[in-house]
């Protein structure tokens, strides 16, 4: 089986987040650019959506390695991040740096290779 990945699924749980974070789209935007840029990713583009006055917020950076996703629960101090990174780039490099924007309290990081199948002997 050869050494190449496509590349590694990692989930992130913050909790404990002020939720004044988490309902600010563009602070959350440059958290994420900024935890790609550190990962060593390229960024295409950016969406955000707030929902509303004391709501939170869903954003994504496609990525030319993947993506990096997030979900906001202001309401809650909790968001969810998806972060998909191709090749040898680290997601958990990523992770480590929202952690660190978004001031949580606590994290669980789960990480999943991708396209393990790919090259299984016939």
Known sequence: MSA?????HGLLD?????????????????????????AGATILSAHFHTFGAGGGVTGVLLLAESHITI?????????AADIFLCGSLKPETAA???QTALRAQSATWREYPRGERLFDAA
Request: charged share 15%; glycine share 8%; aromatic share 10%.
């Open 71 to 79: 979900h906001t629960w202001a309401e809650h101090s909790f968001a």
């Open 4 to 8: 190449y990945r496509p590349g590694l």
């Open 14 to 38: 913050l909790y404990g987040c002020p939720a004044v974070l988490l309902r600010d789209a563009a602070a959350l935007e440059g958290a994420m650019r900024a935890a790609a840029q550190q």
């Open 96 to 98: 480590q740096s929202l």
